[in-house]
């Protein structure tokens, strides 16, 4: 799914996921893990150079998600002193016997990523050619079969967005109170509109495919604003 960020709600449906904050951390970091390769890159943004495979979920898409939550550790002590002056629990740091747990963890939000984005993604071609049958026009039969492969698209999106909503409805009330919270949040889309519009005027997009690429590229200059803003 082009939104990675509406992945993150789907394993939080699991509560023993998401009863601490290193397992949440967890859940984020695996379950954007597989699109980093996508969201980071210069060109190409449309397609994977890592493909989704069994071994590439140990040799990539595992490293880059604990190398992920490692960097947000780092800056644990930012992040809860804010989290202090909001009224929330500490970050404390990971314990050993904790470690194999948040490797499950990210283990199981990499596979959840990317069994969404095998059912998601329909082949627009195979579906042209099964409605040529029903649709004599090309025009129509290529609008048609266009429609229909986002259909999964944005409706596996919205449901991931409703949940991690529906999830984080509380804290998001409880931190649109403090002033702090506001300031950091407009600094962080200060951070990702200068980041987007380095990257969408300065490399190679995909002019067939606008709106992927504006998604896209909104979605990795925002992960980078946050990354850049916490170190």
């Not at 996921?17 to 597989?34: V, W, Y």
């Amino acid at each position: 799914m082009p939104f990675t960020i509406s992945h993150i709600g789907y394993p939080l449906i699991f509560k023993k996921l998401s009863n601490s904050h290193q397992r949440i951390i967890a859940c984020i970091c695996g379950s954007i893990a597989p699109d980093i390769d996508m969201l980071f890159r210069f060109s190409n943004h449309r397609f994977h150079i890592i493909e989704p495979t069994l071994l590439n979920i140990f040799l990539f898409f595992l490293p880059i998600g604990l190398l992920m939550q490692w960097l947000i550790n780092l800056s644990k002590g930012y992040i809860n002193s804010h989290l202090v002056s909001f009224g929330f629990k500490e970050i404390r740091s990971v314990k050993k016997e904790e470690i194999f747990g948040i490797i499950f963890i990210q283990v199981v939000c990499i596979c959840f990523h990317l069994a969404l984005d095998y059912i998601s993604h329909w082949d627009q071609f195979k579906i042209q050619m099964i409605l040529q049958d029903f649709i004599s026009n090309p025009l129509y039969c290529s609008i048609a079969s266009r429609i229909l492969v986002f259909i999964p698209v944005l409706a596996l999106t919205l449901i991931g967005f409703l949940i991690l909503l529906a999830k984080l409805k509380k804290t998001i009330l409880l931190l649109i109170k403090h002033k702090q919270f506001l300031i950091d949040f407009s600094l962080t889309i200060l951070i990702t509109a200068l980041i987007f519009s380095i990257r969408y005027f300065y490399v190679d997009s995909d002019s067939e495919y606008p709106i992927d690429v504006i998604i896209i590229l909104l979605t990795g200059s925002y992960i980078q604003s946050i990354f850049l803003f916490l170190e």
